[in-house]
């Protein structure tokens, strides 16, 4: 039987024997919650292993590093917004 390539990749299909879900299923909620940039490093953070293990899962991981970056700025620029900034306090 050939391999899923489309609709239930190996790479976001491996978790769900350990929590009957999909990574889909998970991303699906965490975007609708959180956003786009948080589910994509989710993304990349849970196929890491999996899809590209010749390079032991450093490019996913860069790449889900690139969108929490980029989520981190976004919410500094809304609490700057606010008048906040972003850093805890005492810092």
């Given amino acids: 039987m050939a391999k899923e390539l489309v ?3 190996d790479h976001y299909t491996w978790i769900k024997g350990e929590l009957g879900v999909e990574v889909l299923d998970i991303l699906e909620v965490v975007c609708e919650v ?3 940039n948080v589910g994509q ?3 990349y953070a849970f196929r890491c292993d999996h899809k590209h ?3 032991l899962g450093i490019t996913d991981i860069r790449k889900a590093v690139f969108y929490l970056q980029r989520e981190i ?3 500094e620029a809304r609490l700057a917004d606010r008048g906040g900034t972003g ?3 005492g810092k």
Avoid: Q, T, V
């Fill in 34 to 36: 959180s956003g786009w």
């Fill in 87 to 89: 850093k805890p306090h």
């Fill in 7 to 9: 609709n239930h990749p």
């Fill in 73 to 75: 700025a976004r919410r």
């Fill in 41 to 43: 490093a989710l993304k």
């Fill in 53 to 55: 293990p010749e390079d």
